[in-house]
């Protein structure tokens, strides 16, 4: 279809990879340029952004850095892949969980810490991604990263069930946290169920399931939001209609009357009289510069 332009709130369901979305979007839309951010693994569900046409050129500025699940992981057994889809390589004893202890072991994981990134994910090794490997049997040393929980609850299931909401910083593997949760506990877990309810800005509440995009009721339009709705989140300037045409010629003189950044590296949009989204900017050393200009 032409003139799909902007970014689609999909509610993946299981069983679906995020790029077997990207294939369906692409053939039911009639849509050459589609790219979803944020992967999901095909056993979880939940919130998956899809930028469309020039909507691709906002990805590199929607790459959120805070995203929130909900999930349920199972104490006493650990899988290769820490998730339901692996195979089982240990088990343990089921602990007696009080809410008591699950406050304190909230708290253990509140705040910064460091994570190793799973055998069985998308990482590169040499250009071949680590899940390759781990399907060899082969195990390479991998760099543990700093991630961030802003906030975790943990509430008794059905044992050996232990549900659980979360918020956490990108690159956060919540299968390594599940695991993690479990030896806090003095047992093994692995991940059961997972879902994305937030990416950023946007909500679980703002997604459409998939299968209303691929088979869409007659007259139902299409539940696009606009490249300046896509990134309503960052700060915003708007300037008139001849600045508007000299910033789209690549004209930077327009951004030394802008107020000045808050920091530097700080990302900002300008929008026309229209509201429509003339540029992202970014804040160098105290100046600002485009970074993107549509």
Request: hydrophobic fraction near 40%; aromatic fraction near 6%.
């Amino acid at each position: 279809m032409a003139g799909l332009d902007g970014l689609l709130l999909i509610d993946k369901p299981t069983g679906l990879t995020s790029a077997e979305v990207v294939r369906i979007l692409k053939k039911a839309l009639r849509v050459k340029k589609i790219g979803h951010l944020g992967t999901l693994d095909p056993f979880a569900s939940g919130l998956l952004p899809l930028c469309l046409g020039t909507g691709t050129k906002l990805s590199q500025f929607l790459m959120a850095e805070q995203k929130s699940y909900t999930g349920t992981l199972q104490l006493g057994v650990e899988t290769d892949t820490l998730d339901c889809t692996g195979t089982v390589t240990r088990t343990a004893s089921v602990p007696d969980c009080t809410p008591t202890q699950l406050r304190k072991v909230e708290q253990r994981f509140i705040g910064d810490s460091w994570q190793t990134p799973p055998m069985y994910s998308a990482l590169k090794r040499k250009g071949v991604p680590l899940y390759k490997l781990a399907r060899q049997g082969i195990e390479v040393a991998r760099e543990p990263r700093r991630v961030h929980i802003s906030h975790l609850a943990l509430t008794l299931g059905e044992p050996p069930a232990i549900h659980f909401s979360v918020s956490c910083s990108k690159g956060t593997y919540i299968r390594v946290l599940a695991a993690d949760i479990g030896r806090a506990l003095n047992s093994l877990a692995h991940l059961t169920r997972l879902r994305r309810t937030a990416f950023g800005a946007f909500s679980i509440d703002q997604a459409v399931p998939l299968s209303q995009v691929r088979s869409p009721q007659p007259g139902q339009p299409l539940a696009l939001l606009s490249l300046a709705q896509a990134t309503q989140s960052y700060r915003t300037f708007v300037v008139s209609a001849p600045e508007a045409a000299l910033i789209r010629h690549g004209q930077q003189a327009v951004l030394r009357t802008l107020p000045a950044a808050r920091d530097t590296g700080e990302t900002a949009r300008i929008l026309g009289g229209e509201h429509e989204l003339i540029a992202i900017i970014t804040a160098g050393q105290g100046t600002w510069q485009l970074a993107r200009v549509f």
